[in-house]
């Protein structure tokens, strides 16, 4: 007998394996995802402390707790719940389910034999069953429930086994298939219960595998394709970066950026439905009001304007219209549209990073650093042109401009807690201006941001003195973060300037990898520092501050090496217990391909901060390429030693500089430090050009 046969688990003592199985399968990497630390910057990093509460401070708290909710991924933490509960269920299935042993059929133990019992025990053994279970002997027990067809059964048994150890035909077939039939056929167990297929009811297994193989399936999986093809990099709709990139030229400025902004299709969300029409009019005339320090409240030029006035109604003229209220912090006196002002500013800010993304792609410094500006505007709220100083409490633009006086910039941050402070306090406090308790509040707040500033930066590369053409090159950028208005700030450590290399054998410090004990532990390692939390009091996101170093060709107006962000550090920025700045040098490294031939090449370095207006840094900075030929004779110059005393030159050096009555002397190796002064690309932090100034052009140098 041969073929297949198939099994349902009638006794259900399978099924909860199967259902626990696939039930895990798909529960335990999503409880993963559930319970993996949050990437919100605002589980870790630190907060600047203030007391300050802005306008509409309620609307701005509800949408951040509304964004908050949102990132709770409640409906996966439903799922995780309910896959537990199933699998509880199952594992509780599982132990109390009574099992099914299945038996090995063997003959000895049908007959009631030893496995040694000889031919003639068995022949002997089976002449007295015979007697005792013959059909034709005996008659059904009721008492013992038998039947005619169990003791039939039970005789067919009896006389297998018998035959099994005794004729050679039914024996060879035991001993190769395990059964005196010869071979059995191959069962497959299907762990589901057999009722779900009978009694009429395989119709509807057929219609659940149809719903969930013909419909859900592909629902899932297409959902998610489209909904990945949607999307670009930066998590910005592809036909929102399609009208971006229709929006791009060469000379846009940041007003421009922002009419560009309004193209975005997730603001369909937002003002979906009557939104795009409602207080349309009232947020134009506040918007469009006159006044100063700005032509108009909202920050906007006579072009910015125009642009705005020559859309057509709809949702994007009002978007553009709510960031400009936005930028001006201008009261709309209507809590829908003031609602609305707070909502578009995370939408723009992530249409701006897929601008930036399109700028970068072409390479013109002018957009990329426009882009990176518009960025700190919206971050901080504050329209193209205006004064930094409008990032403190309570410093309105009035405000501004009294201090500022007649000046033809802005003053700067530091420009400003740099003053003397009975001036600086003449300046801010008085009739019309800030009270002492608004002062005080700013001043503290002014002494936390955390504020780059650049000490030295230079070329370099690893384990090398000099640089070659198509080498790999490292951007060294070593600086300090000292808050505006710090007092009593350490002079600079020289040795902190330099970057030393590791030792030649250290090949886990060469590739960055961990570093490992003699007995192959990995050695614990500081983690890297997160800067405080961006004050960004109008802006309804926790967002952390990032600096992007990169460098520019001024002749050409291009990018010469992208952007390198960094969002961490190595060392701490302030005292966890005092919270004063602790003015650690911190190391920034970009790596990039040197030129494929020997020349200076003359770079402009632009470090932006993307959440502080007036905190970037431009300085040039000068890239030494020599020929590798002329670089190796300079090396194998360098390495010829002294000659030894046990030659005759080196004695005759010797009697030249009385070296004989003692040890000669060890030759000096010269310091890598003076090797790559001489020879380093770089320049001096006191070199650095601030260019804080929200009005300065940053484009030429």
């Known amino acids: ?26 529960t335990i990497p999503l409880t993963y995802s559930v319970l993996k630390p949050s990437s919100d910057p605002g589980v870790t990093a630190p907060r600047i402390k203030t007391d300050f509460q802005p306008e509409h401070a309620d609307l701005i708290d509800s949408q951040r707790k509304a964004q908050k909710r949102r990132e709770r991924k409640l409906k996966r933490g439903v799922a995780v719940v309910a896959g537990w509960a199933i699998m509880a269920l199952m594992a509780y299935l599982i132990i109390v389910t009574a099992r099914t042993v299945p038996k090995i059929w063997n003959p000895y ?6 496995d040694s019992s000889t031919e003639k025990e ?18 059904p027990d009721p008492a013992k429930n038998q039947t005619l067809e169990s003791i039939n059964d039970y005789w067919v048994e009896l006389t297998k086994a018998y ?9 060879n077939n035991y001993q190769q298939y395990g059964h005196p039939d010869g071979k059995q056929s191959f069962s497959i167990g299907i762990a589901l219960p057999k009722f779900i297929v009978t009694d009429g009811n395989g119709k509807y297994v057929i219609l659940v595998y149809a719903a969930l193989l013909g419909v859900l399936l592909p629902y899932l999986v297409g959902s998610w394709w489209y909904g990945t093809q949607r999307m670009s990099k930066e998590k910005v709709l592809i036909e929102s970066a399609n009208s971006l990139f229709r929006e791009y030229s060469e000379d846009i400025t940041e007003g421009g950026i922002i009419s560009a902004l309004s193209t975005g299709v997730e603001f369909q969300q937002t003002l979906k439905g009557d939104k795009a029409e409602s207080g349309l009019e009232r947020l134009e005339s ?19 304007r125009t642009k705005l006035e020559d859309l057509e109604g709809g949702v994007r003229r009002k978007a553009l219209g709510l960031l400009w209220g936005y930028l001006g912090r201008v009261e709309l006196d209507d809590t829908a549209l003031n609602q609305a002002k707070i909502q578009v500013a995370p939408i723009a800010s992530a249409l701006n990073a897929s ?5 970068l792609a072409f390479g013109s410094t002018g957009p990329i650093l426009a882009s990176f500006l518009t960025a700190q505007n919206l971050i901080q709220a504050i329209p193209p042109g205006a ?9 309105t633009p009035a405000i501004a401009r009294a201090i500022e006086g007649d000046a033809k910039t802005h003053l700067t941050l530091q420009q400003y807690m740099q003053l003397p402070e009975p001036y600086r306090r003449k300046l801010s406090v008085g009739k019309g201006l800030l009270t002492e308790s608004q002062y005080k509040t700013a001043m503290d707040l002014a002494k936390q941001l955390p504020r780059l500033q650049v000490e030295k930066a230079f070329f370099k590369v690893t384990g090398e003195k000099y640089i070659t053409p198509g080498s790999l090159v490292s951007f060294v950028v ?18 902190d300037l330099e970057d030393v290399d590791p030792e030649e054998g250290d090949l886990d410090a060469i590739l960055g990898r961990q570093k490992k004990t003699s007995k192959g532990e990995k050695l614990k390692e500081d983690k890297p520092v997160q800067p405080p939390l961006a004050y960004a009091p109008y802006y309804a996101r926790n967002c952390s501050p990032r600096w992007n170093v990169f460098l520019t060709d001024s002749k050409q107006g291009k990018m010469a090496v992208p952007p390198f962000t960094f969002v961490a550090f190595d060392k701490p920025i302030f005292d966890d217990e005092s919270g004063k700045p602790t003015f650690n040098m911190q190391t920034l490294k970009a790596q990039f391909q040197a030129p494929p031939q020997a020349g200076h090449y003359t770079f402009v370095m632009h470090l932006i901060c993307d959440s502080y207006v007036g905190f970037d840094t431009k300085m040039e900075v000068t890239l030494v390429v020599d020929e590798a030929a002329k670089a190796a004779e300079i090396e194998a110059e360098d390495d010829i030693s002294e000659p030894d005393e046990d030659s005759l030159a080196g004695q005759m050096n010797a009697l030249k500089t009385g070296g004989l009555t003692g040890p000669p002397p060890k030759k000096k190796k010269r310091p890598v430090t003076e090797e790559s002064s001489d020879e380093e690309s770089g320049t001096e932090g006191e070199e650095a050009e601030d260019t804080s100034e929200t009005d300065t052009d940053t484009d030429e140098e």
């Open 355 to 359: 601008f930036n993304a399109i700028a």
């Open 286 to 304: 506040r918007v469009l009001a006159e006044g100063e320090p700005f032509t108009y409240v909202g920050g906007l030029t006579a072009k910015d």
């Open 109 to 114: 133990d049908i007959l009631g034999l030893s």
């Open 163 to 171: 035959k099994a150890l005794t004729d050679e035909e039914i024996r």
């Open 1 to 26: 007998m041969s073929g297949t046969d198939y099994s349902y688990d009638e006794q259900g003592q399978f099924f909860p394996f199967f259902v626990l199985t696939v039930v895990g399968i798909v």
């Open 478 to 495: 070593k600086g300090r973060f000292v808050p505006p208005g710090s007092q009593n700030v350490p002079e600079v450590n020289e040795l």
């Open 122 to 139: 068995i022949k002997s053994h089976y002449k007295h069953l015979a007697p005792k279970f013959h059909p034709d002997k005996i008659r």
């Open 387 to 395: 004064s930094p100083l409008l990032q403190l409490p309570y410093i």
